[in-house]
């Protein structure tokens, strides 16, 4: 694991608790943000974004893992944090009783970027009044990456 701080956590998780705000769920309902730690300290989040065509969506890892490749970063990635759950009636959105964790898809696009780096990011996936926190390995293990094409 990466070492994060309780405050560096605490920092990312509320990043990724904000980044709910961007979300575009009108067929799940289902709002997430995510927000991804870099070793300079850098900060990248993003929502997810559903469509009605649903192969189409983008989960906020993804999101934001595009806006990071984009601004040029490569590797670096030290700490990933996960949030999400349905807004209540005023709108805000709630985090359910269990960690929201990276899906599958994300889990191996964590990795790649994680790969050109060498780092093993912490995740940490956010739950009411909890958090969960493990290496991105201990959910990918054997993972299949740049490496693999060498």
Do not use: W
């Amino acid at each position: 694991m990466s070492g994060l701080s309780e405050s560096a956590a605490a920092e990312l998780v509320d990043a990724a608790r904000a980044a709910l705000r961007g979300a575009y769920a009108p067929y799940s309902g289902f709002h997430v943000g995510a927000a991804l730690l870099f070793a300079d300290g850098g900060l990248v989040s993003g929502a997810n974004i559903e469509n009605a065509s649903y192969g189409l969506s983008l989960c906020a890892e993804a999101a934001a893992i595009a806006k990071a490749m984009n601004d040029g970063r490569r590797g670096g990635l030290v700490a990933v944090a996960v949030a999400g759950g349905r807004p209540d009636q005023a709108g805000a959105v709630l985090s359910g009783p269990e960690p929201v964790m990276p899906c599958g898809r994300c889990r191996q696009m964590l990795h790649e970027i994680a790969a050109l780096g060498g780092t093993d990011p912490e995740v940490i996936g956010v739950a009411e009044g909890s958090l969960l926190r493990m290496p991105l390995s201990a959910l990918l293990p054997h993972a299949f990456g740049p490496a693999n094409l060498a």
